[in-house]
């Protein structure tokens, strides 16, 4: 069993950067970072092959985020935010992938998922 656990959400200002992470107990393959803001359903955000070599980004973030792990003791995956927008503020959810099946932008092809981290771009 993997467990996600995430930090790093908050308050920015428009423009602003903030990086959010995710600490992995347990063999991951795939992992990525999904959002959900209020009223809406939940929408890929980014994903990062097991040795990091591959990175995916959904348009609306491409050239913004950036993810990237460090896999040298216990798997930590972040999602570093710059250039942030109010739309962009939602619960960031991390997840993880316990095979290579599947597609890196659904997130049935997901098997676990963090408890979320709130962030908020103000205006």
């Known amino acids: 069993q993997v467990q996600l656990v995430e930090s790093g959400g908050g308050l920015v200002q428009a423009d602003g950067s903030l990086r959010v992470s995710c600490a992995a107990s347990?063999?991951?393959?795939?992992m990525g970072w999904f959002r959900q803001a209020t009223g809406k359903e939940r929408e890929f955000v980014a994903a990062?092959?097991?040795?990091?070599?591959?990175?995916?980004y959904a348009d609306s973030v491409k050239g913004r985020f950036t993810i990237f792990r460090d896999n040298t003791k216990n798997t930590v995956v972040y999602l570093q935010m710059n250039s942030l927008k109010p739309e962009d503020t939602a619960v960031y959810y991390c997840?993880?992938?316990?095979?290579?099946?599947?597609?890196?932008?659904?997130?049935?092809?997901?098997?676990?998922w963090g408890q979320g981290t709130q962030v908020t771009v103000s205006s």
């Open positions: 997840a993880a992938a316990a095979t290579y099946s599947g597609r890196y932008y659904d997130e049935l092809s997901y098997d676990y």
């Open positions: 347990g063999r991951t393959f795939r």
């Open positions: 990062i092959s097991w040795g990091g070599g591959s990175t995916y």
